[in-house]
């Protein structure tokens, strides 16, 4: 009799639906406000945006997320698919099927250049005509893609704590290539600790701003003092 071998998670997924599901659970009654004050002003397609997204293994997902920005609860929203695996907590940015299609997923390297202008030859020497049948409800992507499939899409990711430097090598499409083939759980936790301290520091930054006395020149003057003295 043979034993099936179990698969066990990986430690990404681990920290995935832990830390996913205490920011879910620390969310909800934030989210769930969010959604009656939207419910109170009745937008026209309901409280949820959908929008179909590419994720695992070329496997589409209806993305939902809250239909507002106010306090980052459109993210937040998302946290569901994170406990579900369809999205990670950190990982490159979810495509739609049209911007996988149109190749907005990163440049390819050499190789995969050289394999698409080989198949693209009908003359060439490896010139093949393969017919394949993909499973229902995934999209077939260039092979130059293919790192995209490999792993789950993000929350938030390498693109996203980056692409606000206006350096070109932080393209974002780079930088989700580079996430794909150097990921591994500590960098996942800085890239996280890094999500959250760029808004916290903006928003109390902002709050030091309002507190400050705006002090004129005259607010120092002796009364009785004139410019003619």
């Known amino acids: 009799m043979r034993l099936r071998q179990q698969e066990w998670p990986s430690a990404k997924r ?5 830390l996913g599901s205490i920011l879910l659970t620390l969310a909800a009654p934030l989210l769930a406000a969010g ?8 937008p026209s397609g309901g409280v949820l945006t959908r929008s179909p997204r590419i994720g695992l ?3 589409l997902f209806v993305l939902r997320s809250l239909r507002t920005r106010r306090l980052r609860l459109d993210l937040l929203s998302r946290l569901p698919h994170v406990v579900r695996g369809e999205l990670s907590l950190v990982g490159p940015e979810p495509l739609t099927p049209d911007e996988a299609r149109a190749g907005t997923a990163g440049p390819a ?3 995969e250049a ?3 202008t080989d198949s693209a030859d009908p003359c060439g020497p490896t010139a093949t005509t393969t017919a394949t049948t993909e499973p229902p409800g995934t999209v077939t992507v260039p092979a130059a893609r293919d790192w995209r499939q490999e792993l789950r899409p993000g929350l938030t990711g390498l693109a996203q704590v980056r692409s606000r430097s206006g350096m070109p090598w932080d393209e974002p499409a780079l930088l989700d290539q580079h996430y794909a083939e150097h990921h591994w759980v500590g960098l996942d936790l800085a890239i996280l600790a ?3 301290h760029t808004p916290l520091h903006r928003a109390v930054r902002g709050l030091t701003r309002r507190g400050k ?3 004129s020149d005259t ?3 002796r009364s009785g003092y004139s410019a003619a003295e």
Request: glycine fraction near 10%; charged fraction near 25%; aromatic fraction near 0%.
């Open 219 to 221: 607010d120092h003057r």
């Open 109 to 111: 390297g050499p190789a």
């Open 57 to 59: 293994g070329g496997h």
């Open 35 to 42: 959604a009656l004050a939207l419910a109170a002003r009745r």
């Open 213 to 215: 006395a705006h002090l």
């Open 194 to 196: 890094r999500a959250v």
């Open 114 to 116: 050289a394999e698409a």
């Open 14 to 18: 681990v920290l995935d639906l832990t």
